[in-house]
T-cell receptor, first 117, second 114 residues
Framework: GAVVSQHPSRVICKSGTSVKIECRSL??????MFWYRQFPKQSLMLMAT?????????EQGVEKDKFLINHASLTLSTLTVTSAHPEDSSFYIC?????????????FGNGTRLTVT | EDQVTQSPEALRLQEGESSSLNCSYT??????LFWYRQDPGKGPEFLFT???AGEEKEKERLKATLTKKESFLHITAPKPEDSATYLC???????????????FGQGTILTVHP
């Protein structure tokens, strides 16, 4: 089945530093990947849509200069949290759909737990 | 704006006690309704996709149904390993650069006691 790999699974960083999270589709190609954020005991909130070869589309209220997204290939999207602050601590999850199967479900990575101290 | 509301927020069952989870939605042009299971500290795991009212899907002890306004996830004779958060999500039919994105409900936390 379709597998989405996310790395790292956990990261702790100091306030003011930047953190990069990778999302890879292992056995399929994805023109579009989605980045979600989940706070404790809350549901997934879409942050941005990552489009291969073009600029990402950000949801309302999400700062594009703070959450940098790069989708350089059909199997890799990266999310960089710049100048992280404690309020950015959250569970970040990426998802992707096989571009060869447009009606297939989104498959999710196992998330990255970010803690900013 | 697409909206998804799940109820109850939390559900505690005894092993073998069947029940249902509800997902109410409003969306402009439903392309698909999805059920996912999420274990603590993990990403959502796909369960079902439903596309049109009247459709039903089954997998082991789970059965998902869909009407024009809501979906139900029926759990028959649950076991402790069914304990998880169950998430409902909708995909709208509108186009644009965010085409294909899912809007999630807040989830139902299911706990099955032995």
């Amino acid at each position: 089945g379709a597998v989405v790999s996310q790395h790292p699974s956990r990261v702790i960083c100091k306030s003011g530093t930047s953190v990069k999270i990778e999302c890879r589709s292992l056995d399929f190609q994805a023109t579009t990947m989605f980045w979600y954020r989940q706070f404790p005991k809350q549901s997934l909130m879409l942050m941005a849509t990552s489009n291969e070869g073009s600029k990402a589309t950000y949801e309302q209220g999400v700062e594009k200069d703070k959450f940098l997204i790069n989708h350089a290939s059909l199997t890799l999207s990266t999310l960089t949290v710049t100048s992280a602050h404690p309020e950015d601590s959250s569970f970040y999850i990426c998802s992707a759909r096989d571009r060869g199967r447009p009606n297939s479900p989104l498959h999710f990575g196992n998330g990255t737990r970010l803690t900013v101290t | 704006e697409d909206q998804v509301t799940q109820s109850p927020e939390a559900l505690r069952l005894q092993e073998g006690e069947s029940s249902s989870l509800n997902c109410s939605y409003t969306v402009s042009g439903l392309r698909g309704l999805f059920w996912y299971r999420q274990d603590p500290g993990k990403g959502p795991e796909f369960l079902f996709t439903l596309y049109s009212a009247g459709e039903e899907k089954e997998k082991e002890r789970l059965k998902a149904t869909l009407t024009k306004k809501e979906s139900f996830l029926h759990i028959t004779a649950p076991k402790p390993e069914d304990s998880a958060t169950y998430l409902c999500a909708v995909q709208a039919g509108a186009g644009g650069t965010s085409y294909g994105k899912l809007t999630f409900g807040q989830g139902t936390i299911l706990t099955v006691h032995p």
